[in-house]
């Protein structure tokens, strides 16, 4: 948009604007899963911080602050911008087991609070949803993955850029669990699995390991034969996210919930990914629009007769 000539609140606002729809959307996936568990399910429900909550959420935040560095920078943009986002994922990862314990601004409502630090309406933190603090962390440290990856110097060294990636993330993983033996004097409650600056950072140098395995896997590997499973899937993770929800936790799952072994657990995973590929490629490969044209138009031409007598 910048190299068309938008300007800083055009950008923003775009981002935010699409921020408010996903988050739209997740309130309206909890009403949808409160209306379809109807008479089991309590009014708390509705307000459940969940997974496209804090996506939508991130990503005005994001909008944010593409907006204030572009409309404070005129040079040097990406690595400003990148800076910045790499800033605010340290900043949001640093003060989470703060805000989950010591600081928690129990001065709001807890349908606000949840947002924060996933209190939900049970008078503690609960590690199963999805508050901004710490899992907004994770989209700024890809805003600022993306902004290295887009950059010329990795455009013109592309290969090498993206081999060196899967190291960085090693060393990040490294650094952190040296780190994390010195961690516990910073905070007064110490929570590593949930809340922990280092487990944040081992998961960031995971999901580098792995993007250079993508990287790998679309240039030499089976990524050649012109399908890949994952990319298709990306391309309607919103639609397989909101279907695949209902028959794997809701109401139409497939396996009775904690109450299967491994192997069966396994075979439940191969049929839900079978299908949600099937819903994918159904979604993509039918023209869904000039369709419903064609059936909206030979309806009119049968109902033409019967008005015409």
Not at 114 to 134: E, K, M, T
Not at 167 to 176: F, N, R, S
Request: glycine letters at 10%; one cysteine or more.
């Amino acid at each position: 948009m910048r190299r068309n000539g938008a300007v800083a609140s055009q950008i923003g606002w775009k981002l935010i604007r699409r921020g408010i729809e996903i988050l739209a959307l997740g309130l309206l996936f909890r009403l949808q899963e409160y209306v379809i568990a109807w008479g089991w399910a309590p009014w708390s429900d509705l307000f459940r911080v969940d997974v496209l909550n804090v996506i939508g959420v991130s990503i005005m935040l994001m909008g944010a602050l593409c907006w204030a560095v572009l409309a404070l920078s005129r040079e040097q943009v990406r690595i400003k911008l990148g800076l910045g986002a790499s800033g605010v994922a340290v900043l949001i990862s640093g003060v989470t087991p703060l805000l989950w314990t010591v600081w928690r601004p129990t001065f709001l409502p807890w349908q606000l609070e949840s947002y924060v630090d996933g209190v939900h309406n049970l008078g503690a933190p609960q590690a199963w949803l999805f508050p901004i603090f710490p899992w907004a962390a994770f989209a700024f440290a890809g805003l600022a993955t993306g902004c290295v990856l887009v950059s010329d110097v990795v455009r013109r060294w592309e290969r090498a850029a993206y081999l060196l990636i899967a190291p960085a993330g090693l060393i990040l993983i490294a650094t952190a669990l040296w780190m994390d033996a010195r961690a516990k004097s910073f905070y007064p409650v110490y929570d590593f699995w949930h809340t922990s600056p280092n487990f944040f950072l081992i998961r960031v140098g995971l999901l580098l390991v792995i993007l250079t395995l993508s990287y790998a896997w679309c240039r030499w590997g089976l990524g050649q034969i012109g399908f890949s499973p994952l990319i298709q899937l990306g391309q309607t993770s919103l639609l397989v996210y909101w279907v695949h929800i209902e028959f794997v936790y809701g109401r139409f799952t497939i396996l009775p919930h904690q109450g299967v072994g491994i192997g069966t657990a396994s075979a439940g995973l191969a049929v839900i990914l079978v299908a949600m590929l099937i819903l994918s490629l159904l979604r993509t490969r039918i023209d869904w629009a000039g369709l419903f044209g064609r059936a909206t138009d030979w309806f009119a031409a049968v109902r033409r007769p019967f008005l015409a007598g």
